[in-house]
């Protein structure tokens, strides 16, 4: 069983910048593959990026390329995500979710979610 705790969010303006945080306890991300979803008000929650176990090839939505960064450190935990010249329209609860084996871009294919962390970005 793996349990995954974000951290990080918080209240920012429009250009600023925020790290997300997940860290897994009760076991590794060995050799789990990490993606990072958000879900604003009345809309479907969206994978924004992904990136393996190896941490090669990390995967980003349209919506934040050049802006948006995932990596994962040596020892593979925790998972960060760090976001750059935000905009309001990246306002929502970003969740961090792990799959075992390769990243995937649906919500079912993760099977572990951590409870989310708000990010509101204001204009």
């Known amino acids: 069983q793996v349990r995954l705790a974000e951290s990080g969010g918080g209240l920012v303006q429009a250009g600023g910048s925020l790290r997300l945080s997940c860290a897994a306890s009760?076991?590794?991300?060995?050799?789990?593959?990490v993606g990072w979803f958000r879900q604003a008000p009345g809309q479907e929650r969206e994978l924004v990026a992904a990136?393996?176990?190896?941490?090669?090839?990390?995967y980003y939505a349209d919506s934040v390329k050049g802006r948006f960064t995932i990596s994962r450190d040596n020892a593979k935990n925790p998972v960060y995500l760090q976001m750059n010249s935000l905009e309001p329209e990246d306002t929502a609860v970003y969740y961090c979710a792990a799959r075992y084996g390769t990243t995937k871009a649906e919500v079912h294919d993760y099977d572990y979610w951590g409870q989310g962390t708000q990010v509101t970005v204001s204009s």
């Open positions: 990136i393996s176990w190896s941490g090669r090839s990390p």
């Open positions: 009760g076991r590794t991300f060995n050799p789990y593959a």
